[in-house]
Each structure stands twice: as structure tokens, then as C-alpha cells.
């Protein structure tokens, strides 16, 4: 995967705008905007296309389980799999996941998993622990938690000789992934890490330094920009401005 492409996506669902620009207007619009959008980051790279798609979606009820999340139905992430395959990117399937675990959820997907353009994104801002509600307390998770899930993703490459699988996880602030050199490199997957900080570009960009230092050595730099969050007190970031951040992000996503 690195270094030979550098990531560039759209995050969402259809029907919910509210969760990123991948659910706003039609699909293959959103697809075809994106493809456009990732141009300006090759950087000397092949830009390969991701769609992130919210597969498990953090609820404010405990549901029947008590677990606080919604997956989306199998029919629905077909749409978005034909999608990604039809413009040969990658689908990520996003995992926001209440108080499930994160390596439960991912199993739960193991029939797209087995594809081979089908990677993971977890989202531990909404890893809830016992008593913890989402949408009252910031979640957090453990480097441990995310090595589940690379194990696991690992053990499916070798047992069903796929490419590499994508894993990422998302992190707003330094607390929100606690221990993270438990997190080690698997054989099969690349990791990546995400930082998601909301604002202006001063405010982006100092969110950036402070989350990316503990950055271990075999985890790839993502960034994260928000359409409507970040535009609320001035410009979206521009590709050159985000391409100057160092590390250099290799995976670039617009929500």
C-alpha cells in the first residue's frame, strides 16, 4: 500500500449528511467529486480513491443489547462495495462502537473482509466504557484494543491470501488512545493513523503536532478535515497547505 499510493477520501452515509460528505446527493456524484478532490495530493504518488463508509454507527440508546450502536445492513454496504470496485478505490468500513468491543465489531464484518478492497476504520472517540453514555464523555481505547483488530486482519490475509488490508483509527486528542506502543506491525496490514482535529488551520495544525507524537514507527499519518466544522471560523485547509505538515499525511480524508 506504502508507499506507492497515497490515500485520499470521503467519509459518511447516504441519507445522513450530518455523518460526513460521503452522504450527501447522489453517490456516484460524491465518488466522481472525490476522485477530483485526491488529484492534488500525488505528490509523486498514485492517489488511490477510499470511501468511509459509517458501518457502525454510535446510538444514543443502549439498544436490546445494551451496547449503544447500529450496523447498517449488508444490502447497504453492497451499495457502497460495488461503488468502491466500480471506481477501483478502497472501502473502509467505520466502526463507531458504543460499548461493543472493537475486535467483536470488526468480526462482525468478516464477510467483507474477505474482499480484497475492503479495509477497517476504527473510531475509539466513541469506545464507551462501562456506565459511559456516547455524546456525555469523550471514549478512549487502548493500543492493546487496536492490536486485536491488526491481529485479526492479519490472520485473514494469510488464511485467504489477500493484499494488504488498510486499518485505521481515528484520534482527536492524546488521551483518546491510551498505551498506543502496544499497537505492533502485522504482516498484511497497514496502519494508519488519523488525526482528527476540528478548526482553523493554526488549530488543525497544532492538534496535529501534539497527536502525532506518539506516532510509532510502523503506523502511517492520516489527517482529517471537515467540511462544514472547519468552515464555520475560515478556509478549508488546500491540499498544499496539508501536504506541508509534517510527518506528510499519507492518508488524507474529507468528512
Not at 490515500?7 to 449528511?17: D, F, H, R
Not at 460528505?21 to 500525488?42: H, I, N, S
Not at 484494543?145 to 491481529?151: E, G, R
Not at 483518546?176 to 493513523?193: C, F, N, P, T, Y
Amino acid at each position: 500500500m506504502f508507499p506507492r499510493y497515497r490515500l485520499v477520501g470521503y467519509a459518511g452515509l447516504t441519507g445522513a449528511s450530518t455523518l460526513g460528505r460521503l452522504g450527501t446527493g447522489d453517490l456516484e456524484q460524491r465518488v466522481k467529486e472525490m476522485e477530483k478532490r485526491g488529484k492534488p495530493y500525488a505528490y509523486g504518488r498514485e492517489v488511490l480513491p477510499v470511501l468511509e463508509v459509517i458501518t457502525t454507527i454510535v446510538q444514543p440508546r443502549p439498544g436490546r443489547d445494551g451496547k449503544y450502536r447500529f450496523r447498517i445492513s449488508d444490502a447497504q454496504i453492497e451499495i457502497y462495495h460495488r461503488a468502491a470496485r466500480a471506481h477501483k478505490a478502497l472501502l473502509l468500513l467505520n466502526i463507531q462502537p458504543g460499548r461493543a468491543r472493537f475486535i467483536d465489531e470488526a468480526k462482525a464484518y468478516e464477510k467483507w473482509l474477505k474482499e480484497p478492497d475492503v479495509g477497517l476504520a476504527l473510531d475509539p472517540e466513541w469506545a464507551m466504557g462501562p456506565g459511559e453514555r456516547p455524546g456525555t464523555v469523550f471514549g478512549h481505547t487502548t493500543g492493546a484494543a487496536l492490536n486485536d483488530v491488526a491481529s485479526y486482519l492479519s490472520d485473514l490475509t494469510r488464511e485467504h491470501q489477500l493484499p494488504e488490508k488498510v486499518l485505521v483509527y481515528h484520534q482527536l486528542t492524546p488521551r483518546i488512545v491510551r498505551s498506543e506502543a502496544a499497537l505492533k506491525d502485522h504482516k498484511g496490514v497497514a496502519l494508519v493513523k488519523s488525526v482528527d482535529g476540528i478548526g482553523v488551520r493554526a488549530a488543525k495544525e497544532a492538534t496535529y503536532r501534539r497527536v502525532i507524537k506518539t506516532l510509532p514507527p510502523h503506523v502511517h499519518a492520516g489527517f482529517k478535515l471537515f467540511y462544514d466544522e472547519d468552515r464555520e471560523s475560515g478556509p478549508l485547509m488546500t491540499p498544499k497547505e496539508v501536504m506541508a505538515l509534517k510527518p506528510r499525511p499519507e492518508y488524507v480524508l474529507y468528512e
